[in-house]
């Protein structure tokens, strides 16, 4: 059974759920309580689970990424929220330096479970210390995992995955998809974490693509197979560790790829991804250059028009991929 | 430890000011501690030894002359409550029972080490006596600490974490939002600050402008106490008195232990920032041998007990050598275990 939910709500079922089946997960972070989280996505939790499962905490990111990782590394799966994903950057050494290495440099004897949500991305004309994409800062960092959900239903089902995950994750939401729409399953329905899945089908050209791209490349690929392209849009989900079997396998079909993220192109994802793409048995079936479009390289603008520009949208989609099928470039 | 206490109704403790003086602690407890302080020592003596030697990779951080405050802080601990320790950890581990023989083998790198050879000096780990970590980042325990407590208050275990970090971790800005957190949802966390004088080369003196550390748990509103670090009964002491407010969900403590390292900061140092006579200072304030005197003054330990306990010390030592020794090293194939669970 499914019914329509948004994006939001949906991740709001997912901590319910995963709360009412397990006592030492905890939900905290700024203004996830009586405000509801600033985005409204943890709204009415408080209510339900009162204010030791759901803490309102100080503005501290340093100690709240402590407090994750050393509450999960004691036997606790916690959820923290960091409001927006720029604030990451407050937190960087609990993460980066403790929750990432700990397991390994204490030889294996602790496990480190828990997930850190946090809305990203521009769109919203929050200009440039509020719209920031950094989610493959982390995909350089060994011992994290990364998440990225496109849908609703995958928010649901991979923020489940991610709460029993063994692991370390950042799972990172998009601003402009919680109030997006979809069917998402009811129950429990965890998504396991790597497992890359392909949205459309097409046999011209494969677009790689995360988070809101993924909405735009579908979009773009309506406009196109009115055209007469078929696009393949393929969506990794979780971006590390990342399954990247059926990438390949997609390229090897189409002969062509665009890669499409809205973080800034020069040291994002999109050049692991062709990097990968390039070194496997795809190489020989690639018809045309692997192509990238990315955030362009600059601080998100306030201004709306530039703000628009500096992420690709649905038309530059459907222009790269059309040069690339028909042009070859 | 709290098993090795008295408690208020047993004889010895009806003593009078005798076992007073000694904080309610029993002979054989204060043997203990006293054995646990030596230990420390001589590890680190030895392992300077193995590192002038070339037979230890990478740096370490020696903590001789800090014993009294390592040994004194966890001695007011159950073997279930929780450390989380610094880089200049090694004291930590002992004190709160690691084995020297696992510490030596990741010291030497071995497969056997508590760490598998994977972590070295400063990530010295023992998680089943509640050790979760020295940390080789200056204040990275102390947002850790708070964690661990929120974890002991929602899971509702009779436990605390005790933190240590030094007067350089002080200056960090974790340190205050920890102190900050752990105030307001009153968590079971004893912040123990040995301040040993110096951030490598940066004075106390130039690096604060408080006389006492412990005068920052104010700002959280908080209890905060210096203490003679050298001391271990006053250690000890503060400490109890710390455990059992956290216990009694009271929230947290600030400690200031003031120490001295004896050695420099690490292998590097050419202690240029302080002078000779400063540390002969320091070193009559031996904490080791203020405890032993103590003992002997009030009859529960002579010179001939206090020699047996150096030499039951020495041949533990050398027997960790010898296992650390003869321990493998990590299979080159399992390079990549640990990273993921």
């Given amino acids: ?329 | 430890m709290d098993d090795r206490t008295e408690t208020t109704s047993s004889p010895e403790r009806s003593q009078g000011p005798s076992s007073e003086e000694f904080a309610g602690l029993s002979p054989d407890s204060l043997r203990e501690a006293l054995r646990r302080m030596l230990l420390i020592r001589a590890f680190e003596e030895q392992a300077e030894q193995l590192y002038f030697q070339g037979l230890i990779h990478g740096t370490m951080h020696l903590s001789i002359g800090q014993e009294g405050s390592a040994v004194g802080s966890i001695w007011a601990l159950r073997p279930e409550d929780y450390i989380l320790s610094t880089h200049r950890g090694h004291g930590h581990s002992i004190a709160k029972g690691a084995k020297p023989a696992l510490m030596m083998a990741e010291f030497l790198a071995k497969e056997t080490g508590y760490c598998r050879g994977r972590g070295g000096s400063m990530h010295i780990a023992d998680v089943e006596t509640g050790n979760l970590g020295a940390n080789g980042i200056v204040g990275g325990g102390i947002p850790l600490a708070a964690g661990v407590g929120v974890s002991i208050q929602m899971q509702k275990l009779d436990r605390v974490v005790m933190v240590f970090f030094g007067d350089g971790a002080a200056n960090e800005g974790a340190f205050h939002e920890s102190l900050n957190l752990a105030s307001i949802w009153d968590l079971p966390v004893i912040y123990l600050c040995e301040n040993n004088q110096y951030a490598m080369s940066m004075s106390v003196r130039r690096s604060m402008n408080i006389q006492d550390i412990s005068q920052r748990a104010c700002a959280y509103g908080i209890p905060g106490v210096s203490v003679d670090g050298n001391d271990f009964l006053a250690v000890y002491r503060a400490a109890k008195e710390a455990v059992d407010r956290a216990r009694r969900g009271e929230g947290p403590t600030l400690i200031e232990a003031k120490t001295y390292r004896w050695k420099g900061h690490s292998r590097s140092d050419k202690q240029r920032y302080r002078t000779k006579e400063e540390v002969q200072e320091w070193q009559a304030r031996d904490p080791i041998r203020r405890l032993a005197e103590r003992m002997m003054a009030q009859g529960w330990l002579d010179q001939a007990s206090f020699q047996a306990l150096q030499e039951d010390v020495a041949r533990e030592i050398q027997e960790a050598v010898a296992f650390a020794m003869e321990s493998p090293e990590p299979d080159p194939a399992t390079i990549l275990e640990g990273v993921y669970a």
């Fill in chain 1, 1 to 329: 059974m499914s019914r329509e939910l948004t994006y939001a709500q949906a991740i709001r079922e997912a901590i319910a759920l995963a709360m009412e089946r397990d006592d030492r997960v905890f939900l905290f972070g700024e203004d996830v309580g009586i405000y509801g989280g600033a985005f409204g996505v943890t709204d009415g939790l408080l209510d339900r689970f009162g204010p030791e499962r759901v803490r309102d905490t100080p503005i501290s990111e340093a100690v709240l990424a402590g407090v994750a990782t050393g509450a999960a590394m004691t036997g606790m799966r916690p959820i923290l929220e960091i409001q927006f994903m720029d604030f990451i950057t407050l937190s960087m050494e609990q993460l980066v330096l403790q929750a990432a290495k700990l397991r390994f440099m204490l030889g294996g004897k602790v496990n480190i479970p828990f997930v850190l949500r946090t809305p990203a991305g521009a769109g919203t004309g929050a200009a440039a210390q509020h719209s920031e994409s950094l989610e493959n800062w982390f995909v350089h960092v060994p011992g994290i995992k990364v998440v990225m959900p496109s849908t609703p239903a995958d928010a649901k089902g991979l923020l489940l995955g991610a709460i029993e995950d063994p692991n370390p994750v950042i799972f990172v939401e998009h601003k402009l998809l919680y109030r997006h729409k979809g069917p998402v399953p009811e129950g429990y329905t965890p998504i396991p974490l790597s497992q890359t899945q392909v949205k459309r089908e097409g046999a011209d050209l494969t677009i790689v693509a995360t988070s809101l791209m993924v909405l735009r490349a579908l979009e773009a690929a309506e406009t196109l197979a009115q055209e007469g392209i078929q696009v393949e849009v393929v969506d990794p989900r979780t971006l590390k560790p990342l399954d990247e079997q059926p990438i390949i396998d997609s390229v090897k079909k189409t002969g062509r790829v665009l890669i499409v993220h809205e973080a800034c192109k020069t040291g994002g994802y999109g050049g692991e991804l062709a990097a990968i793409i390039a070194g496997s048995e795809a190489f020989d079936y690639l018809d045309a250059p692997i192509r990238r479009l990315a955030g362009l390289d600059m601080p998100v603008p306030y201004n709306r028009e530039l703000e628009r520009r500096m992420v690709p949208q649905v038309e530059d989609i459907v222009d790269a991929a059309r040069k690339l099928v028909r042009e070859g470039i």
